[in-house]
């Protein structure tokens, strides 16, 4: 059965402080696309380390992708405590 990033969900997260936008929908879009696709390349495992890691690629200031599976339990996310 292939289950792939179709099993999974990329959440990118974005917090807004005051009337200052963090970042813009375009670029969540674009870190979403790349966390995708270095899910897709690289396997869910290493995929979700790399998404769980706070000093990762897909964490921008305040802007970060989340993973969960398709029943919204969480698969990393690295701002967790």
Not at 6 to 25: I, P
Not at 38 to 60: H, P
């Amino acid at each position: 059965m292939k289950r792939g990033i179709c099993g999974m969900m990329l959440l990118v997260v974005m917090f807004f402080f005051g009337t200052v936008q963090a970042a813009t929908l375009e670029e969540a879009k674009v870190l979403g696309e790349k966390a995708a696709a270095y899910v897709k390349a690289n396997g869910k495992e290493k995929g979700a380390a790399e998404i769980g890691n706070a000093k990762g690629q897909f964490v921008k200031g305040e802007m970060y992708v989340t993973l969960q599976d398709c029943a919204g339990h969480p698969v990393a996310n690295p701002v967790a405590s």
